[in-house]
């Protein structure tokens, strides 16, 4: 296996993979060839070739891939094969929504608590996940096991907050704030922007009839 030699696209591009086979394996295919999954998804067959011979030789020639099988393989590969923790920091309109987001989605990221620095929120719950002080986020963190923390928190507080996540050893962080942040190298940090994308998606609208 080259695991340690695939890139963050690959990795995306896997999860677009499994997203299909689960398509697939819930219509009752058996078997489908990276040709036909690529012409079904609108994908590449070379590209799904290339990416899985990273991890292995899951296809036959002439029968292609057992849907079941390499389904149950990128589960594996992509670390979906057991729950992940996640702890959200912000319990504002942003917080509480992606913790009701998860809390009904079935998928293996089950949040485990929320975090804030308000008094008036601090004890209260969003569904069963309830909202816990800032400064006891490495306490709540350590004890419920948390492997991502979710930031989502203003701008301003933003970096303060990837620094009290820093202390407790995690390594996954996803932020939502709209601000670049220094993180230290253990950390893999994903920023979702989401003004700049409406921004981008608005420079369309404004130039679409041009």
């Known amino acids: 296996m080259k695991s340690d030699k695939v890139s963050e696209q690959t990795t995306k591009r896997l999860s677009i993979y499994l997203r299909c086979l689960n398509e697939l394996a819930a219509a009752g295919q058996v078997s489908v060839s990276s040709e036909a999954c690529a012409k079904r998804f609108g994908?590449?067959?070379?590209?799904?070739?290339?990416?899985?011979?990273?991890?292995?030789?899951f296809g036959h020639r002439g029968v292609g891939y057992n849907v079941s099988a390499l389904r149950e393989h990128l589960i594996r590969i992509l670390g979906l094969d057991r729950q992940h923790s996640v702890g959200i920091i912000g319990a504002g309109r942003l917080g509480t929504a992606l913790a009701d987001y998860y809390r009904v989605l079935d998928s293996n990221f089950a949040v485990a608590a929320l975090f804030d620095n308000d008094k008036d929120k601090i004890g209260k719950k969003v569904g069963d996940i309830e909202i816990f002080d800032i400064k006891n986020f490495a306490a709540v963190a350590k004890r419920d096991n948390i492997e991502v923390a979710?930031?989502?928190?203003?701008?301003g507080e933003a970096q303060a907050t990837i620094e009290i996540i820093d202390k407790t050893g995690i390594s996954?962080?996803?932020?939502?704030?709209p601000v670049r942040l220094r993180a230290s190298a253990h950390i893999k940090l994903k920023s979702v922007d989401m003004t700049t994308t409406l921004e981008s998606l608005s420079y369309f609208l404004a130039n679409d009839s041009q």
Do not use: H, T, Y
């Open 172 to 177: 996954a962080v996803m932020n939502f704030a």
């Open 43 to 57: 994908l590449n067959s070379a590209q799904i070739r290339k990416d899985l011979a990273n991890f292995g030789e």
């Open 150 to 155: 979710v930031i989502a928190v203003p701008a």
